[in-house]
């Protein structure tokens, strides 16, 4: 394992970053309340060390929740290692995502709608459905509003090695990483979603891959890459002929 840190990056929010090389890392949070709940549980080959990470940051606690994007090996692989060290803890997501989950899980997943929120206390996540983006019929975000906190997955990433937090506006290094990876779709739709988030009221963007966006630097970051984004779209429509 080439690095395994955990960071406080915001009050009762820690960061957990593995990496087994230099040109990718994977992010899981915690946040803790009066419940907690994690986003995210990495791949099942990083989930030891990712797990001795999140102990710590417990303290004791146990795990509530348990909160991803869509299925995938990196935000959902480790569930079952995960249930193993906590049984009691409830996976929440869409109804999309709960359709695949019912056929791996043990027990049923909590299912919110869009715009429902997950209760810890003092902490609201509120799920925000996001289909096709980043990945998959089942993508699906979350926002807290108490910290202005996007956990925004694949999206505003970036690869290689970084320091947990930045405080300015990557957008065009997020811009060529996604355009290099084509990881992430454009077209209608997808402009729709960035919009919204673009809308949100944000002091924090937790990515999945690279650092967290802390500051004024988040809402810049987001209108940007919408920006870009919703251009892309547009060129792409420009292109397309009818069919004779």
Not at 161 to 176: C, G, K, R, Y
Request: hydrophobic share 40%.
């Amino acid at each position: 394992m080439l690095l395994a840190r955990s960071t406080q990056i915001a009050a009762n929010l820690w960061q957990f970053t593995t990496a087994t090389n230099s040109h990718f890392a994977f992010n899981c949070y915690l946040i803790v309340g009066d419940k907690t709940a994690l986003i995210h549980t990495g791949k099942p080959s990083q989930f030891n060390q990712m797990l001795k990470l999140l102990e710590q940051a417990l303290a004791g606690q146990t795990l509530d929740y348990v909160l991803f994007s869509h299925v995938e090996a990196d935000e959902c692989g480790a569930l079952a290692t995960l249930f193993t060290q906590f049984p009691n803890c409830q996976v929440v997501c869409n109804k999309v995502a709960a359709i695949s989950l019912n056929e791996m899980l043990q027990n049923p997943p909590r299912v919110l709608k869009d715009g429902e929120s997950l209760s810890l206390g003092q902490y609201q996540l509120t799920l925000l459905d996001t289909a096709h983006f980043p990945h998959n019929w089942d993508g699906h975000l979350w926002y807290c509003q108490e910290l202005a906190c996007l956990f925004s997955s694949d999206y505003c990433s970036l690869g290689g090695i970084h320091p947990p937090t930045v405080q300015e506006d990557l957008s065009q290094q997020m811009l060529a990483f996604m355009e290099q990876g084509n990881f992430i779709t454009h077209g209608a739709g997808i402009s729709q979603i960035t919009e919204r988030l673009a809308h949100l009221p944000v002091q924090l963007i937790a990515t999945m891959h690279g650092p967290a966006t802390q500051g004024h630097a988040a809402a810049s970051v987001l209108k940007n890459i919408h920006n870009a984004w919703l251009k892309k779209a547009q060129l792409a429509l420009n292109e397309l002929k009818p069919l004779q």
